[in-house]
């Protein structure tokens, strides 16, 4: 109710005890980032509006709504903390945008239990947004009725300007969620991040330990720190404030890099304890000889100062733009090579050149007088330096990056020319070495590389990883003392620079080299042939992939088919959902990229570690046992029935085989394969595809005989079926070593598996990592398994791996594997029994 022109009172909305912003269990709330305002904990479940007003805001999922009093304050009515989680589950709105509502209408009903079950809290706010006008005074600090007098809004200034009624910039949207990106929100991530921010209008802001960062900004999210599995807060301001929240939460959700799939790797620096050698890290394994040579770094001399402003803002302005497009010649090329984490590196590396923190702070220091060149090594270096304090290391890692284009805007600004002199051969060793560094290097067919400093998952790690180029990192500064040009040894696997190999030595690791390629070529030669071991059992090398420009590389590498398509990879840059008629179009082109050849294509695999944006799925206290695979089809049954739909209609239609993912019980696979058979009747098919089960839960293996008794394949996935026997995350750093599925349980799984499908005449084949592990191959085939999925890079050697064997021998010595203790013990036999050269 108006007390005078512009002072209110709001009535309470809601009925029960009243708290303080501060004891709002929610830190953006209580902090009054998003303004000042009183909370009520609710014992009803109806919310009412506090003042006669305009409503001018709705969150899509019903959970909160913005009024516009007359007076012009605007009141953010919050129901519960996270219920955005709901997605409009228990939330019945009764008033729509627009609509006018007086003192105590009912706004929205709500369920109570289930938001008190499933939510953090019960706890609702009462916000006013645009506090720049006015201020507040509590009335009520105990226990209110829906009705009573709650607060009152006392307006700053006697004639506050009116906003605009179209003016809904007010409306905003905030939830919490914990991080799932690898290693957390380091470059690549904080570049995801800022992508999808970048989709919307609204303004949104990161929170976190009582730090906050907007997401325009790459450096400013990564001076947050935030660690894998930190909880943060999203706020997003503006009019389309809930579909940036929902994008980014799906993004921030997403477990996605290279840090994903390969154990973190810490360089803390081993010691030196052989004459002659200095011990690092492995980066990128291999083994090679040639001169060491050192590259040394830019040194900027002393700034006099007082240089022309003008003039130093242009030279950087250009220097800028001149190394932006630098970066999209590389990533054009990246492109074009299909070169996906150059493309990510680099394309995160633009990002970073166009940062506002970053130029901001470099603007500022040329105002006050700086030369361009130190402005911007001085703006660079602060950031490294919050990179560096925060005290973990893949973040640490990331200042990495932030060097590389110091150095790279600083050789434009210095007009000097960027080209190593090296001969090809040589063996490289730098302090630390930069991604652009990389490609340059890499170029000049140098051998190795050697650092001082850096770590296994930084992103020169990868590039040299990618590029076969043998990288070892945190061999010390001794790696800088040594002689220009002396001959070394670098043998990248075991992390050992040799600094004195004798001829002898030399000539061991020319011949090493020689025959290892000689082998490559043999099995690269063979690998479209079919393989079959020395006994004549024949088993498939089938490919995992992931889209239908993999699946070319696989057919070109020799690919038996495509043993697994991970389905939910197909669409992961979407924001909207792909409908049926897209995905029969990207399952077709799959199949076209295999000749003649079958197709598994999996259904849908989310929930877990793995996200999509498109579909945002309830937050479970534990995702990876919650509804993912499969079980997701019990929530929703339509996302399935469209998937099959779209998969009955590629053609032709025998060439595809159907798999379902995290199978825990018969009943799941009758239920799919009746619908199957309905939909195959609806679309007028006299024939289905056959339907296979995945083996990734200890339960499927033990049920296997009865699984493949209504099944027409079985497909191990050993990532889970590790995890899940285990009791270990198979994303887990610290477990990274021990989640082996060569583990003598998971091997009585298989053989059990395989033993359970022969009975019914089914095969059995393996799509997890494990596959590809050519120590494993024996063993696999010797417990029956006909079939391996593996990654395409690895076709040629598993085939000719294959190709070595006795399968009745692999079957004695395999039955002996079962009673050993330990994965370890199994690697140990393995080697013994069919040693990898
Ligand atoms: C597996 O679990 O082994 C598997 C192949 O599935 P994903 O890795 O996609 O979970
Ligand atoms: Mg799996």
Redesign the pocket.
């Known amino acids: 109710m108006p007390d005078n022109n512009n002072d209110l009172t709001l009535s309470a909305p809601l009925s029960g005890p009243v708290l303080t912003l501060g004891n709002v269990p929610d830190d953006v709330f209580a902090s009054g980032a998003m303004g000042d305002g009183i909370a009520i904990d609710p014992l009803n479940d109806c919310l009412h509006a506090p003042c006669a007003g305009v409503v001018i805001h709705v969150a899509r999922t019903g959970h909160a709504l913005t009024l516009r009093a007359d007076n012009g304050a605007e009141v953010l009515l919050h129901v519960g903390i996270d219920t955005v989680a709901l997605q409009g589950e228990g939330f019945a709105l009764l008033v729509k945008e627009g609509s006018r509502v007086s003192n105590g209408q009912a706004l929205v009903r709500f369920d109570l239990d289930r938001i008190a079950r499933q939510c953090k809290s019960l706890v609702s706010v009462i916000i006013l947004t645009n506090g720049e006008q006015f201020e507040l005074r509590p009335v009520a600090l105990n226990t209110v009725k829906v009705g009573e007098a709650l607060l009152r809004i006392v307006a700053r200034q006697p004639h506050a300007q009116q906003p605009s009624v179209n003016d809904s910039s007010q409306a905003h949207a905030s939830a919490r969620i914990r991080i799932a990106h690898r290693g957390g929100l380091h470059a690549r991530p904080a570049a995801l991040i800022r992508k999808t921010a970048q989709g919307f209008s609204s303004q949104s802001q990161l929170h976190f330990a009582g730090k906050s960062a907007s997401c325009d900004s790459l450096v400013g999210l990564m001076g947050l720190g935030i660690g894998e599995q930190d909880e943060v807060q999203v706020t997003c301001r503006g009019k389309d404030c809930d579909a940036a929240l929902q994008a980014l939460i799906a993004a921030l959700s997403i477990s996605t890099g290279e840090e994903a799939h390969t154990p973190v790797t810490v360089a803390a620096r081993p010691v030196n304890s052989e004459a002659g050698v200095l011990q690092g890290v492995c980066a990128a394994p291999g083994l090679v000889c040639g001169p060491l040579l050192r590259l040394n770094t830019l040194q900027l001399p002393q700034d006099p100062g007082n240089h022309v402003r003008d003039e130093q803002l242009q030279q950087l302005d250009s220097a800028l733009e001149q190394v932006r497009s630098e970066i999209r010649n590389t990533l054009e090329h990246a492109r074009q090579r299909r070169a996906a984490e150059e493309e990510d590196i680099f394309a995160a590396h633009l990002v970073l050149l166009e940062d506002p923190t970053l130029l901001e702070a470099a603007t500022a220091a040329i105002e006050q007088g700086s030369a361009a060149t130190h402005a911007w090594r001085d703006a660079i270096q602060a950031q490294c330096a919050v990179l560096l304090g925060l005290g973990k290391p893949l973040f640490a890692e990331r200042a990495n990056d932030l060097r590389d284009l110091q150095q790279r805007v600083l050789r434009v600004l210095l007009g000097e020319t960027w080209q190593f002199e090296l001969p090809a051969g040589a063996i490289v060793a730098a302090h630390e070495l930069t991604p652009s560094d990389l490609l340059q290097l890499s170029a000049q067919n140098v051998a190795g590389l050697c650092m001082a400093e850096g770590g296994a998952t930084s992103h020169v790690a990868i590039l040299a990883r990618g590029k076969g180029l043998p990288c070892v990192v945190a061999l010390g500064g001794e790696v800088l003392e040594v002689p220009q040009g002396q001959r070394v040894v670098l043998d990248a696997a075991n992390g050992r620079l040799e600094l004195t190999p004798d001829d002898a030595r030399h000539a061991q690791v020319h011949q090493i080299r020689d025959a290892q390629k000689q082998r490559r070529q043999q099995q690269q030669a063979q690998a479209q042939a079919a393989a079959s071991t020395r006994d004549g059992v024949g088993i498939e090398v089938a490919a995992?992939v992931a889209s239908s420009s993999e699946a070319q590389i696989a057919f070109e590498n020799g690919a038996d088919g495509v043993g697994?398509l991970?389905t939910e990879f197909l669409f992961v840059d979407r924001r909207t959902a792909p409908d049926e008629q897209e995905q029969r179009q990207a399952y077709q082109a799959v199949l076209d990229a295999m000749g003649d050849k079958s197709v598994i294509i999996r259904t849908i695999?989310v929930g877990g570690d793995?996200q999509l944006d498109y579909l945002p799925l309830p937050v479970e206290a534990n995702p990876v046992l919650g509804l993912r695979g499969i079980r997701m089809a019990q929530v929703r049954p339509e996302l399935l029935d469209q998937q099959l739909r779209a998969l009955l209609q590629v053609s032709p239609l025998q060439r595809c085989r159907i798999l379902l993912?995290m199978v825990s019980e018969v009943d799941e696979l009758l239920h799919i394969r009746r619908r199957l058979d309905e939909l195959c009747a609806e679309l007028e098919l006299t024939q289905r595809p056959e339907l296979g089960v995945?083996i990734?839960v200890p339960a499927a293996a033990l049920m296997a005989e009865l699984l493949a008794e209504h099944a027409d394949f079985l497909s191990?996935?050993?990532?889970?079926?590790s995890q899940y026997t285990l009791a270990m995350d198979r994303d887990h750093a610290g477990l990274a070593a021990r989640v082996d599925a060569l583990h003598p349980a998971l091997l009585r799984l298989i053989a059990q598996t395989c033993a359970g499908a022969a009975k019914h005449g089914r095969w059995v084949g393996v799509?997890?990592?494990l596959a590809s592990d050519p120590l494993a191959t024996p063993v696999l085939v010797g417990l029956g398994v006909r079939e391996l999925s593996v990654s395409p890079p690895q076709i040629a050697e598993i085939k000719d791996r294959i190709r070595h064997l006795d399968a009745t021998q692999c079957r004695q010595l395999s039955q002996g594997l079962l009673n050993l203790g330990s994965a370890g013990a199994v690697r140990q036999a393995c080697q013994h029994h069919w040693p990898l050269s």
Do not use: V
């Open positions: 995992n697994l991970r695999d793995k993912p995945m990734e191990i996935g050993t990532n889970d079926l799509c997890g990592a």
